[in-house]
C-alpha cells in the first residue's frame, strides 16, 4: 500500500525558514515525479514546485524561486521542500503527490503551477505552514 506523509509545517517569522517533507513506504519515491502543492484559507490549491523522477529536474512557481528549494532524500525516500525567506502570503496547509503507478516519459517536465494535477494518483495528508509576526 502506497502511503505519503507530510511533516515540518510549523508557525514562524516572517523570514524564516522551515523544511517540509514527503516520505514515502511502498513506492521507490524517486522514481517517481512528486509535486508540492499548497492551500491557503479561502483560496484554491495551487502547485508550488515539483521534481521530475526519470531525469531529476526542478521545477518552481515565479513566486517562490530563489526562496524554495525541493530535493530527494534517497536514503530516507523523502523528497524535501527547503523554504527560505518565508513570507505571509506563504501561509498554508502544504501536501505533497506523486504520478505514481504512471511515471511521465522520460524528460516530460512537470508543471510547478499544478496544471497537470491529473497526473497525480497519491497524496500527503498535509503539513500547516503559518508565517506570522
Known amino acids: 500500500q502506497v502511503q505519503l506523509v507530510n511533516s515540518g509545517g510549523n508557525s514562524v517569522q516572517p523570514g524564516g525558514s522551515l523544511r517540509l517533507s514527503c516520505t514515502a513506504a511502498?513506492?521507490?519515491?524517486?522514481?517517481?515525479?512528486v509535486g508540492w502543492f499548497r492551500q491557503a484559507p479561502g483560496k484554491e490549491r495551487e502547485g508550488v514546485s515539483c521534481?521530475?523522477?526519470?531525469?531529476?529536474?526542478?521545477y518552481y512557481i515565479d513566486s517562490v524561486k530563489g526562496r524554495f528549494t525541493i530535493y530527494t532524500d534517497i536514503a530516507n525516500n523523502t523528497v524535501h521542500l527547503q523554504m527560505d525567506s518565508l513570507k505571509p502570503e506563504d501561509t498554508a496547509v502544504y501536501y505533497c503527490?506523486?504520478?505514481?503507478?504512471?511515471?511521465?516519459?522520460?524528460?516530460?517536465?512537470?508543471?510547478?503551477?499544478?496544471?497537470?494535477?491529473?497526473?497525480?494518483?497519491?497524496w500527503g495528508q498535509g503539513t500547516l505552514v503559518t508565517v506570522s509576526s
Open positions: 503527490a506523486t504520478d505514481y503507478p504512471y511515471p511521465r516519459p522520460y524528460g516530460t517536465p512537470c508543471s510547478p503551477g499544478g496544471e497537470d494535477v491529473s497526473e497525480y494518483h497519491h
Open positions: 511502498g513506492i521507490t519515491l524517486h522514481y517517481y515525479t
Open positions: 521534481i521530475v523522477g526519470s531525469d531529476g529536474q526542478t
